[in-house]
């Protein structure tokens, strides 16, 4: 092809563009591709969770697949994700950090994972709580960590119970009632850090006689969210709830949750009890 040819067929393919735009209703047209391309988004999400709730196989694959998807982008950005299982026992430890480690934080955070292969009755599931809650309160004593936690989820509840004090002997007892979600927002703040870290509550752990935010629940809760942040006892909570009202927290104060709503209490481990504050 010579280039008078070339020159000539680019100009031609010019008009031929420009007759076209002139001659449409560009704005109509763009109107029709967003309204199909919605329609075929809106009927290939219909269809994909018929399938999804129909088809266990389809269930299967996806679940999985979601959740080792999750894995790794918690691999690459460091934070942790919970057991895909649906009723999971976890013990856990705070304790003062291994210097060794290449870790800015000054305090750890060590847990472990039990699957609950069978539910029974709530009695069972009290006992079983009651035993990893002395496991657990054994290993932190003779390690001289902060504090110990043990939660157990059955199905979309969270049941757990923490201690800071070498006593192992309170019993821990279930019970299916829950309350609504009470906190609006959730910061946590530390000196060292220049941006807080808005932190998530999953609504299952609304659960009466629940105690939020101690320390290793906390350090729990930073653990599996994606934002970067030192930890150690000089944290501060801002913490805003469904009435509007704002509060702050520190690493001695912690919030029971109750029937009509919650209770801040600050510990007090020279009396060995703790102290219930007013809101």
């Known amino acids: ?7 000539y067929n680019v100009i031609y393919y010019i008009n031929e563009i420009y007759v076209y735009m002139t001659t449409t209703d560009v704005y109509a ?3 029709d591709f967003v309204m199909t391309y919605s329609k075929c988004v809106e009927y290939t999400r219909k269809k994909g969770i018929l399938l999804y709730n129909t088809n266990n196989d389809v269930k299967y694959i996806t679940d999985h697949f979601l959740y080792f998807f999750q894995c790794a982008i918690g691999i690459l950005y460091n934070f942790r994700i919970e057991p895909m299982d649906e009723n999971w026992l976890c013990s856990s430890v705070l304790l003062k950090a291994d210097h060794t ?5 000054q305090i750890a955070y060590i847990e472990t994972y039990d699957t609950i292969e069978s539910i029974t009755d709530d009695k069972f599931m009290s006992m079983k709580l009651n035993d990893a809650y002395q496991v657990v309160t054994n290993v932190k004593n003779k390690n001289d960590a902060y504090e110990c936690m043990v939660m157990m989820k059955i199905k979309d509840k969270y049941v757990h119970y923490c201690n800071k004090r070498a006593d192992n002997s309170i019993s821990i007892h279930l019970n299916n009632d829950m309350v609504k979600p009470c906190f609006l927002s959730i910061e946590y703040t530390h000196p060292k850090m220049k941006n807080g870290v808005i932190l998530e509550l999953n609504k299952g752990m609304y659960h009466i006689d629940n105690i939020l935010f101690s320390p290793i629940f906390v350090k729990r809760l930073l653990e599996y969210q994606t934002v970067s942040y030192y930890f150690d006892m000089d944290y501060k909570l801002n913490i805003m709830d469904n009435n509007v009202m704002m509060f702050s927290l520190s690493s001695n104060q912690s919030v029971r949750l109750t029937k009509s709503n919650y209770d801040i209490i600050c510990d007090a481990e020279d009396t060995g009890h703790d102290t219930v504050t007013d809101k």
């Open 1 to 7: 092809m010579t280039p008078i040819k070339f020159i």
């Open 101 to 105: 480690l290449n870790t800015t934080n």
């Open 29 to 31: 047209m763009a109107f």
